[in-house]
C-alpha cells in the first residue's frame, strides 16, 4: 500500500494547518474539553460555522447535498490534522450520522427540509437507540409508535442519550410491529424535542459532567412525514447508521497526541524526582500502546482505500471500534499513572501547578469518562460477534 503524498496532498495538508492556526480558538478547546455544561453548545457551534463558512463542515457528504468533494487521502489528511492539533470533532448526531441516513435513504422534501439546517448548525440533533433493557442487544427495543392515521403516537424511554438537553430534534428507533422477528419490527422516526410529552432527565456521569440524558416519551405525536424510508425497515438503515458511527470511533491522530502529550510529560523531572520514562516497565507500556497505535492506523488506512473504490463503511468498522476504544483507554491509564497520587484527588483539591494539577484534573476526566467508550456506539463485546460473523465467516 502506498501511504506517501502527492504533491498536492502535501499542499492540502499545508492549507489546512494554516485554516486550524489562523481560524480556532484554543480558549474553546479548553472550554469544550473541560466543561461541556458551560458554553459547550455556543463554542463548539461557532466553530462549525467557520468551518462551513470555509465549505469543511461536511466531508462525507456527496457533493449536492453540500459535501467538499474531497478525496479520501484528503478526508484522511483533514482528521489527522485536526486530531494532531486537539481540535474537537463536530458533534456527529446531525452531521455524521442521521445525515447520511437522510440523504441515502430519505425523500427529496425530507432532504430538502432537513439538511441544509444540519449543514448549516442550526439544528442540533441527539440519537434515540439505547433503552433501560436495550442496549448492546437493540433490537430488544420496546419503545413503541402506534400508527394513528397522520402521526405515529410514541410512547417509551431513550438513555445514555448525549447532549439531549440542548438537541432540537431526536433520531429514534420506534417498535412499529410486534410478533415477527425482532429486527423487521422497528421504524427510523425523526421527532421535533419541542413536541409535547418529551421529557430530558439528566444523568450526571462519574466525571461529574452533564452530557447523558434519559429521554421520555409519553403520547408523543409524530408526523408520518418524519417516517426514514419504509415502515418496519428502519434495522437496515440503522446498520448503515452504526457502521459510519463506529469507523470514527478509531481516533488515531488524537491518540497520537495524548501519546505525544505523555512523552513529554515523561521526560520531565518533576519537583527533583526521576523522569517516568526511565522506568522500564512504563517504557514498556508506552511501546506497546505505540506499535498497537501504528497497526490500528494501517487498518483505517486500509478501510478508507475500500471506501475510495466506492464501497461503504460494513463490518470491518467494527475492527477499527474496538481497536480505537481500548488503545484510547490504554492511554488513559497511563496518563493516570503518570499523574501519580495527584490523579486521585477530587476538583479543588489540588492548588498547585507545581504539583501537576492541570495534568492530573485532565488525566482523571478522561479516565473516568473513557470508561464508556467500549460500550457507547455497540459494546466491544457485540462488535467481536460482528466480526466473527460478517468478517470470519464463523
Known amino acids: 500500500m502506498d501511504i506517501k503524498f502527492s504533491a498536492e496532498d502535501v499542499a492540502f495538508r499545508n492549507e489546512v494547518k494554516e485554516f486550524f492556526a489562523a481560524e480556532y480558538d484554543g480558549g474553546a478547546s479548553t472550554r469544550i474539553g473541560d466543561n461541556p455544561a458551560a458554553d459547550y453548545k455556543s463554542d463548539i ?79 442540533w440533533w441527539c440519537q434515540g437507540y439505547s433503552e433501560p433493557g436495550a442496549g448492546s442487544d437493540l433490537a430488544a427495543l420496546s419503545t413503541s409508535a402506534d400508527y ?103 481516533e488515531v491522530a488524537d491518540s497520537k497526541r495524548m501519546l505525544d502529550g505523555i512523552k513529554q510529560r515523561a521526560t520531565a523531572e518533576i519537583n527533583g524526582g526521576k523522569p517516568m520514562i526511565e522506568d522500564p516497565i512504563f517504557q514498556m507500556r508506552m511501546s506497546d500502546i505505540e506499535m498497537e497505535l501504528m497497526a490500528l492506523e494501517y ?12 464501497g461503504m463503511p460494513g463490518p470491518e468498522s467494527s475492527l477499527l471500534k474496538i481497536k480505537g476504544t481500548e488503545i484510547s483507554q490504554a492511554i488513559h491509564e497511563l496518563q493516570l499513572q503518570l499523574a501519580a497520587n495527584y490523579g486521585g484527588a477530587l476538583p479543588g483539591e489540588l492548588s498547585s501547578d507545581e504539583l501537576g494539577h492541570n495534568f492530573a484534573a485532565e488525566a482523571r476526566g478522561k479516565y473516568m469518562y473513557g470508561r464508556a467508550a467500549t460500550i457507547y456506539g455497540g459494546s466491544n463485546e457485540v462488535q467481536r460477534n460482528v466480526i466473527a460473523k460478517a468478517v470470519l465467516g464463523l
Open 299 to 310: 487498518t483505517e488506512l486500509r478501510v478508507f482505500a475500500s471506501m475510495a473504490s466506492g
Open 45 to 123: 457551534v461557532g466553530w462549525q460555522k467557520k468551518l462551513h463558512a470555509k465549505g469543511w463542515i461536511a466531508p462525507g457528504w456527496p457533493t449536492e447535498y453540500g459535501g467538499t468533494g474531497w478525496t479520501s487521502t484528503q478526508k484522511f489528511i483533514y482528521e489527522t490534522e485536526r486530531g494532531l492539533a486537539g481540535i474537537p470533532d463536530v458533534v456527529p448526531f446531525g452531521l455524521k450520522m442521521v445525515a447520511p441516513v437522510i440523504y441515502t435513504f430519505g425523500t427529496e422534501e425530507q432532504k430538502a427540509r432537513f439538511l441544509p439546517r444540519i449543514l448549516n448548525s442550526e439544528d
Open 148 to 250: 394513528a392515521g397522520d402521526n405515529y403516537i410514541v410512547n417509551g424511554r431513550k438513555i445514555w442519550t448525549t447532549f439531549a438537553q440542548y438537541a432540537d430534534w431526536i433520531f429514534c428507533l420506534v417498535r412499529t410491529s410486534k410478533g415477527i422477528r425482532r429486527q423487521e419490527g422497528i421504524s427510523f422516526l425523526l421527532i421535533d424535542m419541542k413536541t409535547p410529552g418529551i421529557t430530558v432527565k439528566p444523568i450526571v456521569t462519574i466525571d461529574g459532567k452533564h452530557s447523558l440524558n434519559e429521554v421520555l416519551f409519553e403520547d408523543v405525536a409524530v408526523p408520518t412525514e418524519n417516517l426514514i424510508g419504509e415502515q418496519d425497515k428502519g434495522w437496515t438503515y440503522a446498520k448503515a447508521l452504526l457502521a459510519h458511527e463506529r469507523t470514527g470511533m478509531a
